[in-house]
């Protein structure tokens, strides 16, 4: 889409780390990302774990900036 056409930084993985650089870098500069992850909600491996029993597969494909 056009959209994607206009990101900077793609960050893989919407896990604590991703979202962490994902926040640093909207908070320190103006770029525009794209935060992918192959679950359709963010949080990691911590937060799948809990969400095993209902697992759904999922994109989840955020844009800021």
Request: glycine letters at 16%; charged letters at 20%.
């Amino acid at each position: 889409s056009s959209a994607m056409a206009d990101v900077g930084v793609v960050i893989v993985g919407a896990g604590a780390a991703g979202m962490a650089f994902a926040d640093t870098l909207l908070a320190e500069t103006t770029a525009t990302i794209a935060l992918v992850d192959r679950h359709h909600r963010p949080g990691g491996q911590p937060a799948e774990r809990g969400r095993r029993a209902g697992r759904r597969p999922g994109l989840l494909v955020s844009l800021a900036g």
